[in-house]
């Protein structure tokens, strides 16, 4: 189980790490589209997808004049899990190789790189869930022998106690060692 734990924990660090870069990154993407002969409209779709990664909204909330009405209320739409950053940063590539004079002469800017970085997120996220099924299922089992009822550990220390209880009787020295010791059973 402990294995397990680390195994997800570390999972979920090299994912963070593979993130790390992904909004710094692209607006370098958007600026470099920006200099190309890029219609803008394609312009506006990888801003688009720059403001999805970036978590912004593409307008500013409209707060009311007069401070007695009560503020609107807006529904969130950040879109920032890792499964829609990778789809946004999907369609940051598309745009990007869809534009035939976009070939940038930096190695991190061109499509073949950023298709080999899309790779490696989904590579991550996928090791998270597979790592995050694991630790769940050793739960679940350590759950078993623990709880189980009949013959579970919680259920056989109870059992142990009232014997140790009868053999010995309630206030002898016997019990005294383990009637403070709490077993407790897990609310599912």
């Given at each position: ?125 996928a090791e998270v869930s597979k790592a995050y099924a694991e630790v769940s299922n050793s739960r679940l089992e350590r759950n078993k022998i ?43």
């Open positions: 189980m402990v294995n397990k734990n680390t195994d997800y924990n570390n999972a979920v660090n090299e994912r963070v790490e593979a993130f790390s870069d992904l909004r710094p990154l692209s607006t370098r993407l958007v600026n470099a589209l920006n200099t190309t002969n890029a219609s803008d409209e394609k312009v506006e779709d990888a801003k688009g997808f720059n403001r999805k990664i970036q978590g912004k909204r593409a307008s500013k909330i409209e707060t009311p004049v007069d401070p007695n009405q009560p503020a609107p209320k807006t529904i969130s739409s950040s879109q920032q899990s890792y499964d829609q950053l990778i789809q946004h940063f999907e369609g940051m590539i598309s745009v990007l190789a869809s534009e035939p004079s976009y070939t940038p002469n930096e190695t991190e800017l061109q499509v073949a790189t950023l298709q080999t970085k899309l790779q490696a997120l989904k590579d991550s996220n623990l709880y189980s009822v009949d013959n579970g550990l919680v259920d056989t220390a109870g059992e142990v106690k009232q014997y140790v209880k009868s053999v010995y009787g309630a206030s002898s020295p016997e019990f005294g060692q383990i009637k403070g010791i709490k077993f407790k059973t897990v609310k599912a």
